[in-house]
C-alpha cells in the first residue's frame, strides 16, 4: 500500500494500491502476451493533480511547444528532473511506429535502478483528418485541462462537449490512443503512473513511469512499449473493431548509481515505540537521490499501525520539506517482508547531504526531529 508523505503537496495524489490489486496486476503481467495491459494508476486521479497539470500546460501552451517530461513535474509538483537526467533524456533518439492511422514517437526514455520513464507522442499520420483522444475519450475534452480545452477551442467546439459528441458535431473521425510502458515484473518497486497530455498542434504526450526495486542487473532494462489505437465507432463506444495494438521491445539503457551512503542512527531508534530505525541508506542516481529507511516491527506492532502510523520523513534544516523527486511519492509499497519495513523516500538534489533531519512521530505521537550524519 503506497503511503505519501505528511508534507508533501501531493499527499492525496494517488489512490492507494490494495494488495489483492496488486497482486492482480504482477499475476498479470507474468501471463500477459498480446493482450491490453492493466490499466494502472492515472496522474490524473484528483482535482489537485488537475490543477497542477493545468498550470504546467498554460506555460507550455504559450510557447507552443511539445512536452516534455520536465514540463510536466516543474510546475507546483515541486519536482525537477535533476539537469543530469535532462541531458540523458535529450540525447534519446526518437523511434517511431505506426498502428493504424496513429503514429507513435518515442521522444524520451531514462532508467535506473530505482525507476524507468519514456514520453511517447501520439499523432494522426500524414494526410489524416480527424480527433485525437487518450484512452477515455468519453470525458469531456475539457476534463484533461487547459490545453485540451484549447484543442476544442481550434476546432471550434465547447469544451465542456465530449470527444464522441465533437466528433459527431464536426462529421470528423475521433480515434482514441494509448501508450505504456511495460516493465518485467520482478523489477517493480510499487505501482506505475501514466498521465496523457495534450499538445497545441492536435497531438498528445502520453507520460508513463514505473519506480523500480532497486534490483536491476546489466547496463538495459529488457522494457516493451504498449501501443493502442482506436478509430471509435460513433454510435457504440464499445465497438473494439477498429483497433490496432501491439507490443514492440524497447531496451533503456540503465543509468549507474553515482555513489551510495550510510547514516549513523543512535541505538534504539524508534517510530511509536512500536518500528525500531535500523538503518538509513542513501543513492545518487542522476534522477535524483532515494533514501531507504530500514525498519523493524516490534513486538506488539501490528500492519494496521503501521499502514495508519508508520511515517518517517527527511526534511531540511528548517523543517520544510525537500523538493519532492520525480516519483511524486514515498512510503512502503507493501509488508511482503514483514516485520521488516523498507520505506523510500526520493527527493530532487544532485548530491548526498552530509547531515540529515528526520521527522517522526515519538511513543506520544509528537513530530521529534533527529540530525543524523553520515558515515565515515
Known amino acids: 500500500m503506497k503511503r505519501n508523505m505528511d508534507n508533501m503537496n501531493l499527499r492525496d495524489a494517488f489512490r492507494p ?8 496486476l504482477m499475476s498479470a503481467a507474468r501471463s500477459v502476451k498480446e493482450d491490453e495491459p492493466v490499466k494502472k494508476v492515472a ?5 489537485i493533480a488537475a490543477c497542477v497539470i493545468v498550470a504546467t500546460m498554460a506555460v507550455a501552451m504559450a510557447a507552443g511547444q511539445i512536452f516534455g517530461w ?3 513535474f516543474k510546475k507546483d509538483y515541486g519536482a525537477d528532473i535533476p539537469k543530469t537526467a535532462q541531458e540523458i533524456m535529450a540525447m534519446c533518439e526518437p523511434v517511431s511506429w505506426q498502428e493504424g492511422d496513429v503514429v507513435f514517437t518515442v521522444r524520451e526514455r531514462y532508467s535506473d535502478s530505482r525507476l524507468a520513464m519514456i ?3 501520439a499523432r494522426l499520420a500524414d494526410g489524416v483528418k480527424g480527433i485525437l483522444a487518450a484512452d477515455d475519450f468519453t470525458e469531456t475534452i475539457g476534463a484533461y485541462g487547459e490545453n485540451s480545452a484549447a484543442v476544442a477551442k481550434q476546432f471550434g467546439v465547447d469544451p465542456s462537449m465530449t470527444w464522441v459528441e465533437a466528433a459527431k458535431e464536426l462529421n470528423l473521425p475521433l480515434y482514441s490512443v494509448r501508450a505504456t510502458l511495460e516493465i518485467p515484473s520482478e523489477l517493480w518497486g510499487s505501482e506505475a503512473y501514466e498521465d496523457p497530455m495534450f499538445n497545441d498542434n492536435g497531438s498528445l504526450i502520453y507520460f508513463s513511469l514505473q519506480p523500480l526495486n532497486g534490483q536491476i542487473s546489466g547496463e538495459e532494462i529488457k522494457a516493451r512499449l504498449y501501443l493502442r489505437a482506436k478509430l471509435v465507432n460513433l454510435e457504440d463506444a464499445e465497438d473494439d473493431t477498429n483497433v490496432t495494438k501491439e507490443y514492440v521491445d524497447l531496451p533503456i539503457h540503465a543509468e549507474k548509481t553515482i555513489a551510495k551512503a550510510e547514516y549513523i542512527i543512535p541505538e534504539d531508534t524508534k517510530v511509536f515505540e512500536a518500528f525500531r530505525i535500523d538503518s538509513i541508506q542513501a543513492e545518487l542516481l542522476p534522477s535524483g537521490l532515494h533514501f531507504t529507511t530500514s ?3 516490534l513486538e506488539g506492532a501490528t500492519q494496521d499501525m503501521a499502514l495508519d502510523k508508520l511515517r518517517v520523513d527527511i526534511v531540511q534544516e528548517n523543517g520544510e520539506a525537500y523538493p519532492a523527486g520525480i516519483t511524486l511519492s514515498s512510503g512502503f509499497s507493501n509488508l511482503d517482508t514483514w516485520p521488516q519495513i ?3 523516500q526520493m527527493i530532487s538534489v544532485d548530491h548526498i547531504p552530509e547531515t540529515i533531519h528526520l521527522v517522526f512521530p515519538d511513543a506520544s505521537g509528537n513530530d521529534t526531529m533527529l540530525v543524523l550524519q553520515l558515515k565515515k
Open 295 to 297: 525498519l523493524t516491527a
Open 70 to 72: 520536465n514540463d510536466f
Open 342 to 344: 523498507p520505506y523510500t
Open 17 to 24: 494500491m490494495p494488495e489483492e490489486t496488486r497482486d492482480a
Open 43 to 47: 496522474f490524473r486521479t484528483v482535482l
Open 119 to 121: 514520453s511517447v507522442e
